[in-house]
């Protein structure tokens, strides 16, 4: 299994062909996931080298399939995925697993191993960060582009929603990100209040 060659690959592949109208779901997304699975693997003690390579496999593919669509870009992660990492010495079982991790960060979420867990709260690491405003102004801009969101005003209601409603699944997460998060939900509940006196 050339994990390296395989990641390359398609860390190519969106470099050249992601749309630049995706502002959230851009090679920086998917970087930021591989650097953040990463750190969390180690944090949660795992170090067994064929799964962090699954791992950092399904990282680098998570969203390959926003090369072809926005809705439902998992399944077509996990295609682009048992299309191309037989090239690499992939086994029919380790693109399952890599598949299984890919649709697991499907919102709403469903880990259904470790690795699952480590790859979910890595996709959505940003929600409990300093960075938070920064980057969910990229995930508006991205919808506002894309119609997935025709009232604007509707983006703070959706975000109290969101992030009342995730949860971290690793310890390391939970406790690293959650209370920065709930920071941030309590902020955006401020914000609404003032508005609508």
Known sequence: MNVAAACQHILNQLQAGLSPKLTY????????VVEQSERIA????????????????????????????????????????????PDFGYSPEQITDVCALIMATKIPQTPLSKLGEIICDADLDYLGRSDYKAVSETLLSEWLTYNRLPDPTRWFPIQV?????????????????EPPKQQFVAAIQDQLALASQ
């Open 161 to 177: 929603g969101f992030l009342g409603n995730h949860r971290y699944f690793t310890q390391t997460n939970q406790l690293l990100r």
């Open 42 to 85: 180690r944090a949660e003690g795992i170090d067994a080298p064929e799964t962090l390579a699954l791992l950092q496999t399904a990282a680098y593919y998570h969203d390959a399939g926003f090369l072809q669509v926005y809705d439902d870009h998992e399944a077509v992660s996990c295609q682009i995925a048992q299309t191309t990492l």
């Open 25 to 32: 779901h851009c090679v920086a997304h998917t970087l930021d």
